[in-house]
């Protein structure tokens, strides 16, 4: 089993930053993709960012210009630097691990979330 814990969530206005953070523990060895999703009221769960354990990212188009994703993966750590927030980003920002056992079986693990409110 994999445990991921976000934190960094909060309140900001429009136009400013914020940075999440994800901590990965328990069982942590062969995962190869994190990434950050969110979910804001009445609407479906979507890909912010996701990121290979060679460092491989790629992105929401948008996001692109103002998310920036990292991976610590000697720490075991997920990062989201946000620029530029816009109303439209609030949501529940959800870290995610994607695990491949040795006979190549995919699986999934979540955090709990966290709350990221942009005002205008």
């Known amino acids: 089993q994999v445990q991921l814990v976000e934190s960094g969530g909060g309140l900001v206005q429009a136009g400013g930053s914020l940075r999440l953070s994800c901590a990965a523990s328990g069982s942590i060895l062969r995962i190869s993709v994190m990434g950050w999703y969110r979910q804001a009221p009445g609407k479906q769960r979507e890909l912010v960012a996701r990121i290979t354990s060679g460092g491989f990212a790629n992105y929401a188009d948008s996001v692109k210009g103002r998310f920036t994703i990292s991976r610590d993966n000697a720490v075991s750590t997920l990062s989201l630097q946000m620029n530029i927030l816009k109303p439209e980003d609030t949501a529940v920002y959800y870290c995610?691990?994607?695990?491949?056992?040795?006979?190549?079986?995919?699986?999934?693990?979540w955090g709990q979330g966290t709350q990221v409110t942009v005002s205008s």
């Open positions: 995610n691990a994607v695990k491949v056992d040795y006979s190549g079986r995919l699986s999934e693990y």
